[in-house]
T-cell receptor, first 115, second 112 residues
Framework: DAGVIQSPRHEVTEMGQEVTLRCKPISGHDYLFWYRQTMMRGLELLIYFNNNVPIDDSGMPEDRFSAKMPNASFSTLKIQPSEPRDSAVYFC?????????????FGSGTRLTVV | SQQGEEDPQALSIQEGENATMNCSYKTSINNLQWYRQNSGRGLVHLILIRSNEREKHSGRLRVTLDTSKKSSSLLITASRAADTASYFCATASSSNTGKLIFGQGTTLQVKP
């Protein structure tokens, strides 16, 4: 298995532009998580899905952020419009049984820089 | 908000020494997990310990859990330069939401 695949690896965009981050989870994993990592705030859970359905989006910072999972093999995190404070590394992770019984497999992350 | 608080924030040791990192948390948990993150990479799951377990081993890793003190420790024995990384604890709430909340991490440097 190729693991959790995220794209792009790096994204530099101008303030106000739309940014779309993509994730392909491990086949057969029912749970998908989006995290954001910054020096100041550490790892923050933004949203997670179970069987393609959003379960908890309480970590999504504001309406500028949206996430979708149209099928079991693909998810997107969209920021529109982007702001400099959105600069961070965004991680996608997937899991067979969520945090109940097993660990997460993380992707390599997307480093987003908004200038 | 972060559930876990790790201590120390940074640790520097010589190769061959043991490294101990601590994690404290606030709420009741289903399990606690430890992850490693190499610079510029994603997190890698190391070990999971359930709330009814007190100690667990995996290779050179030893994890303890004290639910009465709401704390855990990760011991890496006979450290190697390749162990240089950040280590995070993560807690799964006993309310079974399925999500993990991560601590701020301990940065470990192992000098050759």
């Amino acid at each position: 298995d190729a693991g959790v695949i995220q794209s792009p690896r790096h994204e530099v965009t101008e303030m106000g532009q739309e940014v779309t981050l993509r994730c392909k989870p491990i086949s057969g994993h029912d749970y998908l998580f989006w995290y954001r990592q910054t020096m100041m705030r550490g790892l923050e859970l933004l949203i997670y899905f179970n069987n393609n359905v959003p379960i908890d989006d309480s970590g999504m910072p504001e309406d500028r952020f949206s996430a979708k999972m149209p099928n079991a093999s693909f998810s997107t995190l969209k920021i529109q419009p982007s702001e400099p404070r959105d600069s961070a590394v965004y991680f996608c992770a997937s899991s067979l049984q969520a945090g109940f019984k097993d660990g997460y497999t993380f992707g390599s992350g997307t480093r987003l820089t908004v200038v | 908000s972060q559930q876990g608080e790790e201590d120390p924030q940074a640790l520097s040791i010589q190769e061959g020494e043991n490294a101990t990192m601590n994690c404290s948390y606030k709420t009741s948990i289903n399990n606690l997990q430890w992850y490693r993150q190499n610079s510029g990479r994603g997190l890698v799951h190391l070990i999971l310990i359930r709330s009814n377990e007190r100690e667990k081993h995996s290779g050179r890793l030893r994890v303890t859990l004290d639910t009465s003190k709401k704390s855990s420790s990760l011991l890496i024995t006979a450290s190697r330069a390749a162990d240089t990384a950040s280590y995070f604890c993560a807690t799964a709430s006993s309310s079974n939401t399925g999500k993990l909340i991560f601590g701020q991490g301990t940065t470990l440097q192992v000098k050759p």
